[in-house]
């Protein structure tokens, strides 16, 4: 689906935890409990790739540090997994 609209790359946010219109398909995020391999399997199947990840959180917020810190913290190690999986990023 993605070659035929001449769509390659693809931008999404990450969420942690759910969503209930994630659930639904409608929110063009991942969650972080996602598991990579699946996630690889589905895009290839639509012949997509990460462009990035938006894994912003307004930490100025009232409960930035209590949830902000948390997720912002964990985003990376999911993505460096998801890379890894996605044969992008080299194992050192």
């Excluded at 999404?12 to 219109?21: E, F």
């Excluded at 959180?57 to 996605?86: C, F, I």
Aim: aromatic share 8%; with cysteine; glycine share 10%.
């Amino acid at each position: 689906m993605g070659a035929k609209n001449d769509v390659h790359h693809i931008e999404c946010g990450l969420i942690d935890g759910v969503s209930w219109i994630h659930g639904l398909g409608y929110q063009p995020h991942v969650a972080l409990y996602e598991d990579p391999a699946l996630l690889r399997r589905k895009m290839d199947k639509f012949g997509v790739r990460f462009s990035q990840v938006d894994a912003a959180y307004p930490l100025s917020q009232e409960d930035g540090p209590l949830h902000g810190v948390p997720y912002v913290m964990k985003s990376p190690a999911w993505l460096r997994g998801t890379l890894k999986e996605l044969g992008i990023a080299e194992e050192k």
